[in-house]
């Protein structure tokens, strides 16, 4: 935030990315009061934001999150209710990148086909 030749655009929405083999341009539109403009860029960096939506996951399921919302799993990406597995961005202590997020979601997913064997052979209640 205290870098000059950072930009930084809170309740702004990316409408358009222009440019050949590089960018060139964004056309951004504030949420706030609707403006749309065109920004000459070199790059461009997208921050979803720091408020976990782990909701629409846990759905009234009362899984373990931390003190900021994020759900809490083991190693091999489970919560502490039996078949919920969390990964990437929603998992606490995550390190926000979509390398470690696709490898949390090979995890997940090998678990979650694990779980789901042991229910099919009796072996998981």
């Known amino acids: 935030m205290n870098n000059p ?18 960018v060139s341009s964004v056309v951004l539109s504030d949420t706030v009061n609707g403006n749309v403009y065109e920004e000459q860029a070199d790059a461009v960096f997208i921050f979803a934001g720091t408020v976990p939506q782990s909701s629409p ?11 900021s919302g994020y ?8 919560a502490n209710i039996p078949g919920l597995f969390a990964a990437g961005d929603i998992r ?13 979601g090979a995890m997940a997913a090998h678990s979650a086909s694990v779980y789901i064997d042991g229910l099919n052979s009796g072996k998981v209640k």
Not at 6 to 18: L, P, Q
């Open 92 to 104: 606490s202590g995550a390190f926000r990148q979509v390398v470690t997020a696709a490898a949390d």
């Open 5 to 22: 030749n950072i930009k930084v655009r809170f309740n702004t929405v990316i409408k358009e990315i222009k440019g050949g083999k590089k």
């Open 57 to 67: 996951a846990c759905g009234g399921l009362n899984a373990e999150l931390d003190e």
């Open 71 to 78: 759900i809490i799993t083991d190693q091999k990406m489970a």
